[in-house]
């Protein structure tokens, strides 16, 4: 299931509105078929490994990160019944699939081909991974990370708005592997007026996953960006995942809506002191209502800054 995941990790950010799935068929102890959701969500993983394994799927093991679909569309038949013809003995899956379509129908699909199914083994890797798909069938809006680079005093710039190198190279080369996973990446209207970002994928061979681009404000929006006047009307744009750089005011927009789902806290080594602050005013009233909401998920060194991974808690 780890190289399952991995494979569905090659599609992120390109199969909206389908999630990004891996699935790999083992036979005997080997890796006969491997799949991932291609860009524009078909074919699904499923059709692509089992294309692969051919013959050999007979009798073999398929490992998939979501629940195989039970709905056929007009682009490509129903995964369900493509294993369920393959002959293959068993299927082994992540997590169930939330679309009314298929919720448990793929499994017991499944079942009822004889193939003996495992459901759960990584859920918890695999719900991660297609967080924007789940929120987006779940709450109909897609997944929102938050991303600040800050000094150790938790500031995005001087007080005269320089704000460029806070991090190192290293950083933002994983915040640029950040931003081709999304499909839509927001800043605020201060910030598009500021730095003017480009917002692109600067990594090698990466450049071509640049999401589409989103300013939030009351004006226009430039050429070719989306107009975004409130931190809710992402729901009405299509993506799955979006990454919202800043700055202080679109930052605590979404916080105060509280539609921030994963916050990458960037840290530099470097104190600005009396610089601006990261995070605008929002709107807490009481110490306590800031404890509890935030799980350290995930933290490391990237060269000599800190990054640090939160998810909200929302249980
Ligand atoms: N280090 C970093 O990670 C980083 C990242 C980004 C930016 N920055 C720095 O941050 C500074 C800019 O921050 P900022 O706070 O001035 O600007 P900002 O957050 O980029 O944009 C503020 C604008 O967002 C819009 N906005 C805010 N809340 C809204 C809401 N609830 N609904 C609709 N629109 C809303 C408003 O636009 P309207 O005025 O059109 O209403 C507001 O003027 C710059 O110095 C930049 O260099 C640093």
């Given at each position: 299931?780890?190289?399952?995941?991995?494979?569905?990790?090659?599609?992120?950010?390109?199969?909206?509105?389908?999630?990004?799935?891996?699935?790999?068929?083992?036979?005997?102890?080997?890796?006969?078929?491997?799949?991932?959701?291609?860009?524009?969500?078909?074919?699904?993983?499923?059709?692509?490994?089992?294309?692969?394994?051919?013959?050999?799927?007979?009798?073999?093991?398929?490992?998939?990160?979501?629940?195989?679909?039970?709905?056929?569309?007009?682009?490509?038949?129903?995964?369900?019944?493509?294993?369920?013809?393959?002959?293959?003995?068993?299927?082994?899956?992540?997590?169930?699939?939330?679309?009314?379509?298929?919720?448990?129908?793929?499994?017991?699909?499944?079942?009822?081909?004889?193939?003996?199914?495992?459901?759960?083994?990584?859920?918890?890797?695999?719900?991660?991974?297609?967080?924007?798909?789940?929120?987006?069938?779940?709450?109909?809006?897609?997944?929102?990370?938050?991303?600040?680079?800050?000094?150790?005093?938790?500031?995005?710039?001087?007080?005269?708005?320089?704000?460029?190198?806070?991090?190192?190279?290293?950083?933002?080369?994983?915040?640029?592997?950040?931003?081709?996973?999304?499909?839509?990446?927001?800043?605020g209207r201060g910030t598009l007026e500021a730095d003017a970002p480009k917002l692109d994928v600067r990594l090698p061979g990466l450049a071509h996953r640049s999401p589409a681009r989103a300013v939030l404000g009351h004006g226009a929006a430039p050429f070719g960006w989306i107009a975004v006047d409130r931190p809710e009307a992402i729901a009405d744009t299509p993506a799955l995942d979006v990454l919202v750089e800043g700055g202080a005011g679109a930052a605590a927009a979404f916080l105060a809506a509280d539609l921030v789902d994963r916050l990458l806290v960037y840290r530099a080594p470097i104190v600005i002191g009396g610089g601006r602050p990261g995070i605008a005013d929002i709107g807490l009233v009481h110490l306590e209502g800031a404890h509890g909401r935030w799980r350290l998920h995930d933290q490391r060194m990237l060269g000599i800054d800190r990054l640090e991974v939160y998810e909200r808690v929302r249980e």
């Open positions: 299931m780890g190289a399952a995941l991995a494979l569905a990790a090659r599609g992120r950010g390109q199969t909206a509105p389908n999630p990004a799935v891996g699935c790999v068929i083992v036979h005997d102890g080997r890796v006969v078929g491997r799949g991932w959701t291609q860009p524009g969500g078909r074919p699904h993983a499923e059709a692509m490994a089992l294309e692969a394994a051919g013959p050999a799927a007979r009798g073999a093991t398929a490992y998939v990160t979501l629940e195989p679909c039970a709905h056929e569309s007009p682009r490509g038949p129903a995964c369900a019944d493509l294993l369920a013809a393959s002959g293959i003995a068993r299927a082994v899956i992540a997590c169930r699939d939330p679309d009314p379509r298929t919720d448990g129908r793929g499994i017991a699909r499944l079942e009822a081909a004889g193939i003996a199914t495992a459901t759960g083994i990584a859920a918890r890797e695999a719900e991660r991974a297609m967080a924007g798909f789940l929120m987006r069938a779940r709450h109909g809006r897609p997944h929102v990370t938050l991303k600040l680079g800050l000094s150790i005093d938790g500031c995005i710039a001087l007080a005269s708005g320089e704000s460029r190198w806070i991090t190192g190279p290293a950083a933002r080369a994983h915040a640029h592997l950040e931003r081709a996973r999304a499909e839509l990446i927001l800043v």
